[in-house]
């Protein structure tokens, strides 16, 4: 999708010849899936449907864009993967929650999700509630935890829980989702999307960059860069959406298409018209693509991830 604004511009194209994106993500989303398959490896609890609703919901087809974010910013300032992989699972655990509770009937009420009913059609309501309640819960569990066993670096996953509970919060992704229901069948302004899909989606997606760069120790300059970048792509990744949700496929996506229309919301595409919101995607990208440049060619996996923000077809 939208490859043509792109193959204008040599710098993308650039990145496409030198980097095998496709492995990546591959090899990435497998250690990311084996580090949330252990979650609840060895846990003893009730036999309720709670953490087999959290982990049918949790294991689905879920790209894992905010986990591989967070991992790429922690590699492209010299960290390791392994020293950020509890941060990298806890921001799957908060976008896996914004998902099931996203999916209920008094939200979009959808009934697909990541290629299988959604988390209220294959247990209940009630059970999805509680379920998206326990991974935000466990999301916090496992950066408190991972600080705590960390003596030395406590400091900096105080830190990271900070900027995460802000971006999930009434900062961020929770009151974008308000915004989002309260503007529904109303016109808004585009300045108002802006900051509706900046709160909704956006925050998350900054945060998940700038947590993989303070674990892995950036100077402030890098965190800076990172945290514009993160910002541009996490703009890009909703206008991205908003498109999907008109001329995406359903079998590439896993649901519906067309659910934003049907529930008369302000999206980019509808206030913008598709090519304009097109072009604001890739110009978007080219400022995230701009503030990478300091890290040479590390930072090859980030330009990658960039550009598949707008060129995914799910
Ligand atoms: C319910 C508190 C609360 C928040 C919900 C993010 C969000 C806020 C709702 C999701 C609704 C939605 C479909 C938003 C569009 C952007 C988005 C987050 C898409 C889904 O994310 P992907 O594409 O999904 O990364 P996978 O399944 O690949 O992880």
Redesign the pocket.
């Known amino acids: 999708m939208r490859k043509g604004a792109l193959e204008q511009n040599p710098s993308h194209q650039k990145t496409v010849k030198t980097f095998d994106l496709e492995t990546y993500l591959k090899g990435k989303q497998q250690k990311v899936n084996a580090a949330l398959v252990k979650l609840w490896e060895d846990a003893h609890t009730p036999p309720t449907p709670l953490i087999p609703a959290m982990q049918y919901s949790l294991l689905?087809?879920?790209?894992?864009?905010?986990p591989i974010l967070c991992i790429a910013a922690c590699e492209a300032v010299g960290g390791r993967e392994a020293e950020v992989m509890p941060a990298a699972c806890a921001l799957?655990l908060i976008?896996?929650?914004?998902?099931?509770?996203?999916?209920?009937p008094a939200?979009?009420d959808?009934d697909f999700?990541?290629a299988r009913p959604t988390c209220h059609k294959a247990f209940d309501e009630a059970t999805a509630i509680l379920a998206?309640d326990a991974l935000l819960t466990a999301a916090f569990e496992a950066l408190a935890d991972a600080g705590r066993r960390e003596r030395r670096e406590t400091l900096k996953w105080l830190e990271a829980i900070y900027l995460i509970a802000r971006a999930?919060g009434c900062f961020g992704?929770?009151q974008?989702?308000?915004m989002?229901v309260s503007s529904e069948g109303k016109v808004i302004s585009l300045e108002e999307l802006k900051e509706l899909q900046q709160l909704?989606?956006g925050a998350?997606i900054e945060a998940s960059v700038r947590t993989g760069a303070l674990l892995g120790g950036g100077s402030s300059q890098e965190m800076a860069a990172l945290g514009v970048y993160g910002r541009h792509i996490g703009l890009a990744?909703?206008v991205a959406?908003?498109i999907l949700?008109v001329e995406g496929k359903p079998e590439m996506l896993?649901k519906p298409v067309g659910s934003d229309q049907a529930l008369q919301k302000a999206t980019g595409a509808s206030l913008m018209g598709l090519e304009q919101a097109k072009a604001r995607a890739a110009e978007l990208i080219d400022s995230a693509l701009e503030e990478i440049k300091i890290f040479g060619t590390k930072k090859e996996p980030l330009a990658a991830l960039a550009r598949y923000v707008i060129e995914?077809e799910?």
């Open positions: 689905g087809e879920g790209k894992r864009l905010r799957e976008h896996t929650y914004s998902l099931i509770h996203d999916d209920l939200m979009d959808d999700r990541r998206g999930a992704m929770v974008g989702q308000m989002d909704k989606t998350l990744f909703q959406d908003d949700n896993g995914r799910k």
